[in-house]
């Protein structure tokens, strides 16, 4: 099947940099996408979405970019913080058909910001 | 709101044992999901249930098994556990609207020996 992929498995930053976590997606036809944010021992906590007729999109501190001509997501992170050092997973919108909203996840990046 | 919890936080079985790993919702949620994620790996996912009564498989099923009785429980069944089922267990929801955002609750680490 297609799959979401991630082209940095880890990132290190120095504290108050921007980091920028990138991922490639395979299926055109998703139209949905989605980051999480996930520290160690705790479940994912959602950052930001993005759907397809968009191509940015901003909130706190963070922006999403969808170039779907290269089938590309970015999350870019400004002024990165100690807190913010975690695994970070792109997602998509797969449905086998039916409007089901199921996500398929990359296998996510590592991010770690040095003080 | 509580959001999604999940229970036991950590479970050591042995091989061959069952057991249940409870999730419930307190956001009056349909749709509940549960994943599996391996070390350094994403998230995959076992099953899913878009209301009450109804479920339906992911893309790794086997050796679990679901139920949904109410709109707010979707415990995991497994049975005769094996070792390639370690792995921290995630369960999430999410609202019937526009968007596909799920919430997650903390996770259950599950070790077969």
């Known amino acids: 099947g297609e799959n979401v992929g991630l082209h940095l498995p880890t990132l290190s930053v120095q504290e108050g940099d921007n980091s920028i976590i990138n991922c490639a997606y395979s299926n055109s036809a998703s139209d949905y996408f989605i980051w999480y944010k996930q520290e160690s021992g705790k479940g994912p906590q959602f950052i930001i979405d993005i759907r397809s007729n968009m191509d940015k999109r901003q909130g706190q501190r963070v922006t999403v970019l969808l170039n779907k001509t290269v089938k590309h997501l970015s999350l870019q992170i400004a002024a990165t913080q100690p807190g913010d050092s975690a695994v970070y997973f792109c997602?998509?919108?797969?449905?086998?058909?039916?409007?089901?909203?199921?996500?398929?996840f990359g296998k996510g990046t590592k991010l770690s910001v040095k003080p | 709101n509580a959001g999604v919890t999940q229970t036991p936080k950590f479970r050591i079985l042995k091989i061959g044992q069952s057991m249940t790993l409870q999730c419930t919702q307190d956001?009056?949620?349909?749709?509940m999901y549960w994943y599996r994620q391996d070390p350094g790996m994403g998230l995959k996912l076992i099953y899913y249930s878009v209301g009450a009564g109804i479920t339906d498989k992911g893309e790794v099923p086997n050796g679990y098994n679901v139920s949904r009785s109410t709109t707010e429980d979707f415990p995991l069944r497994l049975e005769l556990a094996a070792p390639s089922q370690t792995s921290v267990y995630f369960c999430?929801?999410?609202?019937?609207?526009?968007?596909?955002?799920?919430?997650f609750g903390p996770g259950t680490r599950l070790t077969v020996t």
């Open positions: 997602a998509e919108n797969w449905d086998s058909g039916g409007s089901q909203g199921n996500l398929i």
């Open positions: 999430a929801s999410r609202s019937s609207g526009q968007g596909y955002e799920q919430y």
């Open positions: 956001m009056n949620h349909n749709y």
